[in-house]
T-cell receptor, first 108, second 116 residues
Framework: LAKTTQPISMDSYEGQEVNITCSHNNIATNDYITWYQQFPSQGPRFIIQGYKTKVTNEVASLFIPADRKSSTLSLPRVSLSDTAVYYC?????????FGTGTRLQVFP | GAVVSQHPSWVICKSGTSVKIECRSL??????MFWYRQFPKQSLMLMAT?????????EQGVEKDKFLINHASLTLSTLTVTSAHPEDSSFYICSAQAGGNQETQYFGPGTRLLVL
């Protein structure tokens, strides 16, 4: 299973765009990249998943370069409620191994 | 998205007792369910994979006789913490997956266990 590396924490202000980058240098051909959000004392919530290039949904965008050795989760115009831990996971099987995640703090 | 529930949401018990936690997929059939444990300020740690109708697969270091898993139907998996001790106090989270590989896992809200 590919190991991921993310910044431990990030700070932002309301209304700003936040980009969280995840490194996964040993990603395998069949691996997908998935991001989850977790609030304190809650289960993780699925945000977005992609294989290559760009994926966009109603809450975020996911940018994956051609070599797929990294990915960037982009959150447009964050609000206070986006304060949470964000996990990047890479897997081609159903087994998800969570890394340390990135703790995003949004300030007013 | 798909909804996964857990019951109870929190439980306090005395040391030595057993505690059962239920995980249900409410609007889809889950061929596979997973159990995680999360200690404060730490990431989720996968404990075991539960497949309907077969024995669970435990991760290294997780005692199968301590954490009994039963996946009796396509919508229900249970985790029983047997003879719980204070060190078992943690946040237990389940997830459910509808299909095979690459299918999104949907997580339950978690169960907070406190063993006195």
């Amino acid at each position: 299973l590919a190991k991921t590396t993310q910044p431990i924490s990030m700070d932002s202000y309301e209304g700003q765009e936040v980009n969280i980058t995840c490194s996964h240098n040993n990603i395998a051909t069949n691996d997908y990249i998935t991001w989850y959000q977790q609030f304190p004392s809650q289960g993780p919530r699925f945000i977005i998943q992609g294989y290559k290039t760009k994926v966009t949904n109603e809450v975020a965008s996911l940018f994956i370069p051609a070599d797929r050795k990294s990915s960037t989760l982009s959150l447009p115009r964050v609000s206070l409620s986006d304060t949470a831990v964000y996990y990047c996971l890479v897997a081609n099987t159903d087994k998800l191994i969570f890394g340390t995640g990135t703790r995003l703090q949004v300030f007013p | 998205g798909a909804v996964v529930s857990q019951h109870p949401s929190w439980v306090i018990c005395k040391s030595g007792t057993s505690v059962k936690i239920e995980c249900r997929s409410l609007d889809f059939q889950a061929t596979t369910m997973f159990w995680y444990r999360q200690f404060p300020k730490q990431s989720l740690m996968l404990m075991a994979t539960s497949n309907e109708g077969s024995k669970a697969t435990y991760e290294q270091g997780v005692e199968k006789d301590k954490f009994l898993i039963n996946h009796a139907s396509l919508t229900l998996s249970t985790l029983t913490v047997t003879s719980a001790h204070p060190e078992d106090s943690s946040f237990y989270i389940c997830s459910a997956q509808a299909g095979g590989n690459q299918e999104t896992q949907y997580f339950g809200p978690g169960t907070r266990l406190l063993v006195l």
